[in-house]
């Protein structure tokens, strides 16, 4: 069993900058692939980012690529997404995942999941 608790959400502006934090709870965390989707109202669950146990595999949606980074620190059990260049359509709550298969963008291959924390962008 693995518990996920994310942090670092707020209000920005557009062009700002934050940093997601994910801390999960449990000995085996750095067996698992990590990932952070987000679900804006009304609509449904979106991959964001994903990274696999030993950091060497990322990848990103094309609506965040290049402007946000995943990584982790499994001395930690803590994954992290920088998001830099924010823009209104990042609006959503955000929420950590883990699971057996890296490399996965869909919301079935994750196991666990956080409670989310809600990143505000204003224009």
């Known amino acids: 069993q693995v518990q996920l608790v994310e942090s670092g959400g707020g209000l920005v502006q557009a062009g700002g900058s934050l940093r997601l934090s994910c801390v999960a709870s449990?000995?085996?965390?750095?067996?698992?692939?990590m990932g952070w989707f987000r679900q804006a109202p009304g609509k449904e669950r979106e991959f964001v980012a994903t990274i696999n146990w030993n950091t060497v595999s990322r990848y990103y949606a094309d609506s965040v690529k290049g402007r946000f980074t995943i990584s982790r620190d499994n001395a930690k059990n803590t994954v992290y997404l920088q998001m830099n260049s924010l823009k209104p359509e990042d609006t959503a709550v955000y929420y950590c995942?883990?699971?057996?298969?890296?490399?996965?963008?869909?919301?079935?291959?994750?196991?666990?999941w956080g409670q989310g924390t809600q990143v505000t962008v204003s224009s």
């Open positions: 449990g000995r085996t965390f750095s067996s698992y692939a």
């Open positions: 995942a883990a699971g057996r298969s890296s490399g996965n963008q869909y919301v079935s291959s994750y196991d666990y």
